[in-house]
């Protein structure tokens, strides 16, 4: 007993390579050597790359994010992998990127009492899809984002007056649930017949950043938003009673569009089994980043330093997306292949809204209802986390939502590598990655993460040289394991239905089955 004991306390302080005599674990020989086939210099030589200036930061479109993609691409097939994609391993998304001119005439409040103008230098337009003269619109002024008022009020033709929340006063939990309200609330302006929102903001509205969303979607109805920062504006908020009539006058400038092309990449290896092969389960990370000095805009948690303007993204998602690579080349080498068929996929555009994950949300290659899980990689290779050194460790975003964990922790015991919920990240990260487009639609689907927070996030200092790729490539074979063992499951991830918080998504399970 007492030697069983020390061979794994130390193999998970210090980590021997699989084919030590120490791993305690039923992983026969031939396994242990496809995991260890993901070695820190295959990392490293992936990510010197991808998260290279050459590739200038990755931002969607641009053509870093193409040279990416055609890399990805070579590495998938060098796995044997089947092309996943409409054109071999590229899903091709046609998409539009709008560009909203600067407003050019006032916005003319008017409430039968006074009038007052607010100026184009106050306000910024953002969502117009055609050009428009709205002439004295009549306006209801709501004091919240109070979503059940706004139910029971007959928008339509109307404008949408909202004040902007600080988020910046409020304790995080309040935050997260206001925040959470407030998108809530935009959605149901959106879908509505109304015709406008003016959202009322204290800080001076900069430029609206290029929309980027699908061609398919652009003769869609929306409501066009206008973010005003007014002192006379905000006080008429403030003030303003139902009694009056209110109304306002603006001209919406019709937005520069232009046509694109973006891909997800796509590599299938397909099941052994003759029935559970036409199911799957999904490894995902986003390839893309936030680009340069120029594109990066409000994403940048730091400015550039001097001549470096490159935001090179390589724990975010570089790390995520050559993990992806690397487990797909080991698990290729399987003979036989494991029983269900494995996706890997690089996303586009979560960094501009989770775009890319969403786009496959719409068009998968397998059926949703026959997609039974999907581990999604976000930030795995730096260690150096806000809270302290993150070694031989990873945690999921809702931890404790499904079972994915499950597997995921037996792996980790098996290889040394502690799997834990991290108490504030956990559920506050879950819809921040593209794991979420898939948890909408039902999916069991997490993202896993060494460090949810670290030093240089979405700042130019990201880069591949900060890796800890000892660290990564353990992790890497831990989810290699955790994935090959929910591909040969008798059983498939279900949601927790213990847990209210995932209620939503065990719905959207059943939905999905249901078809």
């Not at 694109?260 to 036409?278: E, F, H, M, T, Y």
């Not at 997306?321 to 068929?341: D, F, M, Q, W, Y």
């Not at 070694?391 to 499904?402: H, I, K, M, Q, R």
């Not at 999916?443 to 949810?452: G, K, M, N, R, Y």
Request: hydrophobic letters at 40%; proline letters at 6%.
């Amino acid at each position: 007993m007492r030697i069983r004991f020390y061979c794994a306390v130390v193999l998970f302080s210090s980590c021997l390579p699989l084919n030590s005599s120490t791993v305690q674990t039923t992983i026969s020989p031939g396994l242990r050597n496809t995991l260890n086939s993901i070695t820190p210099a295959k990392l490293r030589g992936d990510l010197s790359f991808l998260a290279s200036d050459v590739l200038k930061g990755r931002y969607t479109p641009s053509p870093g994010l193409e040279v990416a993609a055609e890399f990805i691409a070579a590495q998938f097939r060098e796995a044997g992998l089947e092309p996943g994609g409409d054109r071999e391993y590229f899903q091709t998304a046609a998409m539009v990127e709008r560009r909203m001119p600067s407003p050019s005439a006032d916005l003319i409040v008017h409430d039968g009492i006074r009038s007052f103008a607010v100026k184009p230098k106050s306000y910024v337009f953002f969502n117009t899809s055609e050009k428009a003269n709205l002439g004295e619109v009549p306006a209801l002024v709501f004091s919240s984002r109070d979503i059940e008022a706004f139910k029971h009020t007959d928008v339509r033709g109307k404008a949408i007056v909202v004040p902007q929340l600080d988020f910046h006063s409020m304790p995080e939990d309040k935050a997260e649930s206001a925040y959470a309200n407030m998108i809530a609330f935009d959605d149901l302006v959106g879908a509505s017949e109304a015709a406008l929102e003016v959202v009322v903001t204290k800080r001076d509205p900069s430029p609206a950043s290029p929309k980027l969303f699908p061609a398919d979607e652009i003769s869609r109805h929306t409501v066009p938003i206008v973010l005003a920062s007014d002192s006379e504006l905000g006080e008429w908020v403030q003030q303003a009673n139902d009694k009056e009539v209110k109304t306002i006058t603006l001209d919406l400038p019709a937005p520069d569009d232009k046509k694109i092309v973006v891909k997800n990449v796509v590599g299938v290896l397909r099941g052994s089994d003759p029935a559970l092969k036409q199911t799957c389960v999904l490894l995902t990370a986003h390839y893309d980043h936030i680009g340069t000095g120029e594109t990066a805009g409000r994403a940048a948690m730091s400015e550039p330093r001097g001549d470096d303007q490159i935001y090179n993204g390589a724990n975010d998602d570089g790390s995520g997306t050559v993990s992806v690579i690397e487990i797909a080349k080991a698990l290729g080498k399987l003979n036989p292949h494991p029983r269900r068929s494995l996706v890997f996929m690089t996303f586009f555009g979560e960094e501009r809204g989770e775009l890319g994950s969403k786009y496959y949300g719409k068009h998968p290659i397998f059926p949703i209802s026959k997609t039974v899980a999907d581990i999604n990689l976000e930030q795995v290779g730096r260690t150096d986390s806000s809270k302290g050194k993150q070694v031989n460790t990873a945690s999921l975003t809702g931890f404790d939502y499904s079972d994915v964990t499950s597997f995921l922790r037996q792996a980790g015991r098996e290889l040394g590598v502690r799997i834990y919920k991290d108490e504030e990240g956990s559920d506050a990260y879950f819809t921040r990655s593209d794991n979420d487009a898939l948890a909408q639609l039902g999916v069991p689907a997490h993202s896993l993460t060494v460090a949810f927070e670290f030093p240089d996030y979405h700042g130019v200092g990201d880069e591949w040289q900060k890796i800890d790729y000892d660290n990564m490539a353990r992790v890497d074979r831990m989810i290699a394991l955790g994935l090959l063992r929910i591909a040969n499951s008798a059983t498939v991830p279900q949601w927790n239905a213990a847990n209210p918080k995932a209620a939503p998504f065990r719905a959207a399970r059943m939905k999905s089955l249901n078809k």
